[in-house]
């Protein structure tokens, strides 16, 4: 009876971490294919990115009121000193890793973006050797060889590269090496009580809104300037899409499409976190490594990517960086007390690895350290 009672547990923890795992494909994988397909016809990914944002917030609030009224204990709010102190820079960073990651989707292909964004956990080591966050070791040499020589195959003699969308995806991993760096110091400050990814959504989306506003307004609300061609500046003001429709059906469709982003970028976050509450932080990143490969996969059969021999081997070169450092992580969790699933993590539209290290402070207390690599939004 009881070893019957301990399969029954084991195949339903089985089928659990799996429906887990492909809620997480279908939110995350599905966001990449939605911006490819919706910046194709509607060229405003910076006005999309904005929108989705607005949404996150009301999901996220809806969602704080709920638990608040079951559960009768007050959600956390921050002070406007530690707000804009604290949780600012971490908004900013975030704001213009979604934004340039969306923008590059004008120009590349899901491939290309997929790769270079495996690329985020490369400036993330870099920042966290910066901050201190990290010990220098002839392992995280290795780590940063093997991603920066797989995305150099990857791109080279690329059929289907582009400077622009290379540019400016690029630009967003580095900025995502900063944006989880200062993550994970914020994740750190126990006292603000963000750990909960439906609070810390909550207080990032406004701040990340109001980050993007400028980019949006110089870009795409504002007239066409020659001097800004060079990033491919469009006007929203002029859309027969939206402020100057002629069919409210086109409208209605386009605004549809829209508030579909943002449930999935929403959606994305909390299976994130359902997954890693549920299971652990390794499932997750053993999952993100295995997500990649479906995406380029179905990006090759779905969209026509052309992805040659030498950049799938540069693909799995990078693969093999990353899942050395999941390894590495893993090992320095367990040796330090062992592995336990992560509660409360905080999680964002574009998580796609994310490591856990703990470290007792005197008896109760716990460090977490969280490193991610994204390929998605």
């Known amino acids: 009876m009881g070893r019957w009672a301990l399969d029954v547990a084991f195949v339903w923890k089985a089928v659990l971490t799996l429906g887990l795992v492909l809620l997480y494909y279908c939110f995350s994988i599905g966001i990449t294919f939605y911006n490819k397909w919706l910046t194709k016809s509607f060229h405003f990914p910076l006005f999309m990115t904005m929108l989705h944002l607005a949404v996150i917030f009301l999901f996220s609030a809806l969602s704080r009121a709920l638990v608040q009224c079951s559960s009768h204990r007050a959600r956390v709010v921050l002070s406007w000193t530690d707000y804009l102190k604290r949780v600012a820079p971490t908004a900013l960073a975030t704001a213009l890793d979604v934004g340039l990651s969306n923008w590059s989707f004008l120009y590349i292909t899901v491939s290309l973006y ?8 490369l400036f993330i080591l870099i920042f966290s050797l910066i901050f201190k966050l990290e010990e220098l070791r002839a392992t995280l040499v290795l780590v940063v060889l093997l991603i920066a020589g797989g995305l150099f195959m990857f791109t080279y003699k690329s059929t289907q590269f582009n400077v622009k969308g290379f540019s400016l995806v690029l630009g967003a991993s580095f900025i995502g090496g900063i944006r989880w760096t200062l993550t994970q110091m914020l994740l750190q400050k126990a006292e603000l009580g963000l750990q909960n ?12 809104f109001l980050g993007l506003f400028p980019l949006f307004a110089i870009f795409e609300a504002l007239r066409r300037q020659p001097k800004l061609d060079v990033l491919h500046c469009l006007h929203l003001s002029t859309s027969e899409k939206i402020f100057r429709f002629q069919d409210t059906g086109l409208l209605l469709r386009v605004l549809g499409s829209l508030f579909l982003g943002g449930i999935l970028a929403f959606g ?7 997954l890693v509450s549920r299971t652990s932080s390794l499932t997750l990143s053993i999952a993100g490594i295995f997500k990649e490969v479906c995406t380029l996969l179905l990006a090759a059969h779905l969209l026509g990517d052309q992805i040659s021999l030498l950049n799938w081997l ?7 960086g990353i899942s050395l450092h999941v390894a590495l992580k893993t090992l320095h969790s367990r040796g330090e007390g062992g592995s336990r699933p992560l509660k ?11 490591l856990r290290s703990s470290q007792p402070e005197d008896e109760d207390n716990e460090e977490e350290d969280y490193f991610m690599a994204q390929g998605q939004q």
């Open 114 to 121: 997929t790769m270079t964004k495996s690329s985020a956990v």
């Open 197 to 208: 990814p439906i609070d810390s959504m909550f207080h990032l989306q406004p701040l990340m």
């Open 268 to 274: 994305l976050g909390f299976s994130e976190f359902l």
């Open 314 to 320: 540069g693909f799995a070169l990078c693969l093999s």
């Open 344 to 354: 409360g993590l905080s999680s964002s539209p574009d998580l796609e690895l994310l």
